[in-house]
């Protein structure tokens, strides 16, 4: 067992000790089956919240209305929640009612793929009630139960399907995939932010080329935010783009997926902002596809083009390399190393100084000179030393 296991082990043991039963459940099973590391560990049990409470002298109420407590236990937190069943989802979203019960098998029912739906002892025995490990050894996602009633349940599991296929380098089994054709617009009725954490993921999965195939071929991608749905060729030749490359970061994904897009730069505003990316995202993908789109339009760069997009040079470069043929990265990143400046103030010269030295008066004109200056030095038409700018902005007064 992982020392994940290991150390929420006496968890298992206290609950067990009082009669109740205890397991550990989900991604953690799932990804330690795979021989991943995991992250965070999850626990089920027949114990209700209130029970759970009076086991451990602290604990958290995280969503205890769904009969999740945090257990607080040697500095962890381990999320610990009632086997339970969900019902009603009128919404297509989130079930109106859940129902605490003592049954662990109700329990793994309501769960979506049969690879998530493991539930493990605290020897480390596998309870497999609906062939999940079969299905994780042979790569396969399947929806528990009928796939077509889980996805009107819950309509965010259809993005988790080809989220994981991306992942894992699954394949989702064909009925699942059937059902996700017939059901993919109600993906329409999913909160943005939860389509878009799984879709981020997708983009940044082991096979990625996989889940965005599956994206298109399932009829998802018509129904996500942004003009996605207007480019289902992009979607496939970002698809082939990706065979032998991964994406790393969120920024350099977003940025490869708006420079597939081919959007320009008030189109890939309104395309981040529709799919409710943060203000810093917006920003750092906006600037490094700037410079992508200059260096596709001319394949030559000026040291103003370098300059402009900084620090995120290194996003623009990655994403170029994975689209140019021959892209020539290590010379744009000697080009930039050999900037003049990288910032204005770095400027030898400031505003301060030209009006202690009476060249410019505050005012409007100064804006003016010190664009003119920064232009000039960042072009190496100027040199960066005070006396040397000094006379170049007596020249443009
Ligand atoms: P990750 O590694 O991304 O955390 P995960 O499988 O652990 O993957 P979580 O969102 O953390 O995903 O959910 C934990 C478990 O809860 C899942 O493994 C699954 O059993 C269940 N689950 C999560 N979301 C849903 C859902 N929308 N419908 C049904 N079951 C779900
Ligand atoms: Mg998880």
Do not use: C
């Amino acid at each position: 067992l992982p020392d994940e296991f290991i150390t929420a082990l006496p968890i298992l043991t206290t609950i067990t000790n009082a009669g109740y039963e205890a397991y550990f459940v989900g991604g953690s099973v799932r990804d330690t089956l795979l021989g991943k590391p995991i992250h965070d560990v999850d626990i089920a049990t027949s114990a209700y919240p209130a029970e759970i409470k009076a086991l451990f002298k602290k604990t958290v109420d995280t969503g205890i209305e769904h009969g999740t407590v945090m257990i607080l236990d040697h500095g962890e937190g381990y999320e610990t929640t009632t086997f339970r069943t969900e019902s009603g989802y009128t919404d297509f979203r989130r079930p109106d009612e859940v129902t605490f019960v003592r049954d662990l098998s109700e329990d793994l029912k309501r769960r979506d793929f049969t690879i998530n739906a493991l539930a493990m002892r605290g020897n480390g025995e596998i309870v497999d009630l609906f062939a999940g490990l079969t299905d994780l050894q042979q790569g396969i996602l399947r929806a528990v139960g009928d796939p077509k009633e889980r996805f009107h349940e819950d309509a965010l599991r259809m993005m988790r399907a080809v989220r994981f296929s991306a992942q894992l380098g699954f394949t989702i089994e064909a009925n699942t995939q059937q059902a996700i054709k017939s059901e993919a617009h109600l993906l329409a009725k999913i909160a943005v932010e939860r389509t878009n954490v799984e879709f981020s993921k997708l983009l940044l999965g082991k096979d990625a080329q996989r889940g965005l195939l599956e994206f298109a071929e399932t009829g998802l991608y018509q129904y996500v935010p942004g003009v996605i749905s207007e480019h289902e060729l992009d979607i496939i030749a970002a698809a082939t783009a990706l065979e032998n490359v991964r994406l790393t970061s969120d920024e350099q994904a977003w940025t490869f997926v708006v420079s597939q897009l081919g959007l320009d730069e008030a189109a890939t505003m309104a395309f981040l902002k529709a799919w409710k990316h943060s203000n810093d995202l917006i920003k750092t993908v906006t600037n490094a596809n700037r410079f992508i789109r200059t260096y596709k339009a001319q394949a030559v760069v000026t040291n103003w083009d370098l300059y402009s997009v900084g620090a995120d040079l290194s996003i623009a470069l990655s994403v170029l390399q994975i689209t140019q043929v021959d892209f020539p990265v290590d010379q744009l990143q000697q080009a930039y190393a050999a900037l003049p400046i990288k910032d204005k103030h770095e400027l030898a010269i400031s505003g301060q100084d030209l009006i202690k030295r009476g060249v410019v008066k505050p005012g409007p004109m100064m804006g003016k000179v010190l664009a003119q200056l920064e232009q000039g030095v960042v072009a190496g038409e100027m040199v960066n030393e005070p006396a040397a700018l000094l006379a170049q902005a007596a020249k443009i007064i």
